[in-house]
């Protein structure tokens, strides 16, 4: 994520395509809305699945999970553009220092990966409940606490290297969190060959792994015949609430590709694109935040698609909501 924030600073302070105060007003009014958007839609979709008894299932939990990685993200990063925007370098010296740049950068990174992790979660526990109705769930409630374990376990293993990359280097504006990866790994790991990897294992395969369950479980749908269900209302309604949660899960899986994807595509094309006055001209910047600003928006809004999809969740947060308003009447 280093290279998101290097992206904005270019665009902002490096080069003549924008205006620098103009860029630099309009990032913080964006990022302040999506930092109120994610609280405002991440916080309920924990206290809604906490609440309610009948949403504590293992499709929940990941929802649940991706909304705590959702939270994690601009928490962490939107302190770091700030920083990046308006001083130009990293206020806090010595080792404290040091540690919160490497916390800061390794937690947005790590975020990121625990999200799409989850998005994979949903998808096989779906494609069970749908696919294969009358067997046990692929994916127990047992199952389902070692699964987001072991989201977080696998992001940050894989995201460690970056723990001893992220240092505190002298600038002529004071201190700076610079990703000096050459300086921790030199020839050992080529930063480049890390990132296609991650980009091949975390990004694509997944995308093509959550695609084939989808597919198979909207052709499922489809010509779906229940055995042993005579009645065909009691077919309908099945078939009404797996379309119903199909429908949620493929709206946060467009959502996260739509929102990702550009940033994936930028940071490829900066490392290995041979084409530099590409990468340099005024419609790279451009498109850089145009990506930049996409990628953001993923943790604000993912969410909401939970409240304006899922009657569950809206019950939910009414429910929440009523319960609070009862409370502050009978204090007043």
């Given at each position: ?9 270019n665009?902002?302070?490096e ?17 302040c ?9 991440n916080i ?11 949403l ?7 929802i649940?999970n991706m909304?705590?990685s959702?939270?994690?993200f601009?928490?962490f ?6 920083t ?6 990293w ?7 040091e540690?919160?740049?490497?916390i800061f950068?390794?937690?947005?990174e790590?975020?990121?990966l625990v999200s799409?992790?989850?998005?994979v979660l949903?998808?096989?526990d779906r494609f ?15 199952l ?7 989201t977080?376990i696998?992001?940050?293993a ?5 723990l001893?990359?992220?240092?505190l280097v002298?600038s ?17 790991l080529?930063?480049?060959s890390y990132?296609l990897a991650l ?14 369950l989808y597919?198979t479980?909207?052709?499922?749908i ?8 005579q009645?065909v209302n009691v ?5 009404k609430?797996?379309?119903y ?9 467009l959502?996260?590709i739509v ?10 094309l900066?490392f290995?694109?041979s084409?530099?006055?590409?990468i340099?001209?005024c419609?790279f910047?451009y498109?850089?935040?145009?990506a930049?600003?996409l990628a953001q928006s ?13 009657g569950?969740?809206r019950?939910g ?8 308003y ?5 204090e007043l």
């Open positions: 994520m280093s290279t998101e924030v290097n992206a904005t600073r665009g902002t302070q080069t003549s395509c924008i205006d620098p105060t103009a860029a630099i007003s309009s990032t913080t009014t964006v990022m809305v999506l930092f109120v958007a994610s609280l405002a839609g309920p979709i924990a206290l809604v699945v906490y609440k309610t008894k009948t504590r299932k293992p499709i929940n939990f990941f649940l909304a705590m959702d939270l994690l601009p928490v990063l939107f302190p770091r553009i700030a990046g925007l308006y001083v130009d370098f206020p806090i010296d010595g080792p404290f220092g540690a919160m740049c490497k950068s390794y937690s947005i790590v975020s990121v799409i992790q989850s998005l949903v998808a096989v069970g409940a749908v696919v294969f109705p009358f067997r046990s769930p692929f994916i127990s409630s047992k389902c606490r070692f699964f987001i374990l072991a977080w696998i992001s940050i894989i995201k460690s290297p970056e001893f990359a992220w240092k002298e002529p504006n004071g201190s700076a969190c610079e990703l000096r990866w050459k300086d921790a790994f030199g020839d050992l080529p930063y480049k990132i980009s091949v294992v975390f990004w694509f395969t997944p995308l093509v792994l959550i695609a084939i597919v479980i909207v052709l499922k489809k010509s779906q015949k229940i055995p042993g269900e009645s077919r309908e309604q099945r078939l609430r797996d379309r949660v199909l429908k949620i899960s493929v709206a946060v899986v959502v996260f929102c990702w994807m550009p940033t994936t595509i930028r940071m490829l900066s290995y694109s084409d530099k006055i590409m340099s001209s419609s910047r498109f850089e935040h145009i930049f600003f993923n943790c604000a809004i993912s969410p909401w698609i939970c409240f304006i999809f899922s569950n969740y019950q947060l009414k429910n929440i909501l009523s319960c609070l009862r409370t502050n009447r009978v």
